[in-house]
């Protein structure tokens, strides 16, 4: 299904009605088209059966309330992931998904471990959103962050996945902020360069991982096609272009990529950035796959040597470790509440 199913049924209806009928989705929420009292009711009746707003999901809260995993099933039944992080300052943000699995593999990530399908339509980025914006809206609460995050490489799915942002982030709409959005991809330069000429002011973020690509190779295998060089002249030139920081995110993989020496060999791979255009986020791993996470005395080592060399760090706050919720961790598994 499709938003070019609703666009084709109210086709044949005045103007006005698809405007009525994205307010109805997108700004009050409607669950239910019945709930959409300004259009007639044939209407309402027809838009039920052939675009149902019903979103088909099983949640899963952690222990702590700071985030909730939805398994959402599509029409044709594939399933996906999608993760309610919520802050403590009030900011909430939906971590989601742009396709059903990933074609590339990370031998670190649990998504990467599934068999790809495909990728996800405009309106199945959208439910994903809505299905946590529904429910927040009725404790006064909305949505606020976004981070392509979830499962699959959002640049392997551009156009579908900047069409739904572009709907996100509409005032008359979800009103996300461009600013609060951000896309984290493995490093597909075509998608990266293309951003860099699009006018919405969002955030990009790099999965990095490694200092090198003799070590990068051995996670990411698509590393053989772009390799940290193609990905860092790109970089350079989106920094150039749009004068936005860019996040270089790096897991912190016990005795793989954690050593004083890694850091050193960073610090020098990133020599030719603009210091104050980008930022290293350092992620606690979760074991997931085979591979342990670093010890706090390595990070807080690996984060010293940064900062020395005058390098913004920041470190990804664990969330949801016991519903395996942190964004990049998810796997389309069945939830067992
Ligand atoms: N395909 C994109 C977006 C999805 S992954 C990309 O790779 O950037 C989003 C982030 O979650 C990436 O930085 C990824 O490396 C991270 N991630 C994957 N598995 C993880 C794990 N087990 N623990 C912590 N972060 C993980
Ligand atoms: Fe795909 Fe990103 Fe996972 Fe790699 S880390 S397999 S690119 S989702």
Redesign the pocket.
């Known amino acids: 299904m499709d938003l070019d199913k609703l666009n084709k049924i109210l086709k044949k209806e005045p103007a006005y009605r698809l405007k009525q009928a994205y307010a109805f989705i997108f700004k009050d929420l409607v669950d239910n088209w019945d709930k959409a009292t300004n259009l007639p009711s044939d209407l309402r009746q027809k838009l039920n059966k052939e675009f149902s707003l019903n979103i088909k999901a099983k949640v899963l809260e952690a222990k702590t309330k700071e985030s909730q995993k939805a398994l959402l099933t599509l029409s044709d039944g594939s399933k996906i992931e999608t993760v309610l992080l919520r802050h403590e300052d009030g900011r909430n943000t939906v971590c989601v998904s742009s396709q059903v699995g990933?074609p590339?593999g990370?031998l670190?990530?649990?998504?990467g471990k599934m068999e790809f399908a495909r990728n996800l339509e405009i309106w199945e980025i959208l439910m994903q959103v809505l299905f946590f914006a529904r429910d927040l809206k009725k404790k006064g609460e909305r949505v606020s962050n976004l981070v392509?995050?979830?499962?699959?490489?959002?640049f392997l799915n551009y156009d579908n996945v900047m069409s739904a942002i572009k709907i996100l982030n509409d005032k008359d709409s979800l009103n996300i902020g461009a600013r609060h959005i951000s896309i984290?991809?493995?490093g597909i330069t075509e998608g990266i360069k293309k951003l860099a000429s699009q006018s919405l002011q969002i955030n990009l973020?790099i999965?990095l991982?490694a200092p090198n690509n003799e070590l990068r190779v051995k996670i990411v295998p698509m590393n053989q096609n772009y390799p940290i060089e193609s990905i860092l002249k790109i970089v350079d030139f989106y920094i150039k272009e749009t004068n936005r920081q860019v996040m270089f995110?790096y897991?912190m993989i016990n005795d793989f990529n954690d050593s004083e020496n890694e850091a050193y060999e960073l610090v020098d791979l990133l020599k030719n950035l603009k210091k104050s255009l980008f930022v290293i986020n350092l992620?606690?791993?979760?074991?997931?796959?085979g591979f342990k996470a670093s010890p706090t005395s390595k990070i807080k080592r690996f984060k010293e040597i940064l900062i020395k060399s005058k390098i913004k760090v920041t470190e990804r706050y664990r969330f949801g470790q016991d519903i395996k919720a942190?964004?990049?961790?998810l796997a389309g598994e069945e939830c067992n509440i």
């Open positions: 990933c590339l990370c670190f990530c649990a998504t392509f995050m979830g499962m699959g490489e959002p984290s991809t493995i973020a999965s991982h995110e897991l992620i606690a791993y979760n074991p997931t796959q942190a964004c990049g961790q």
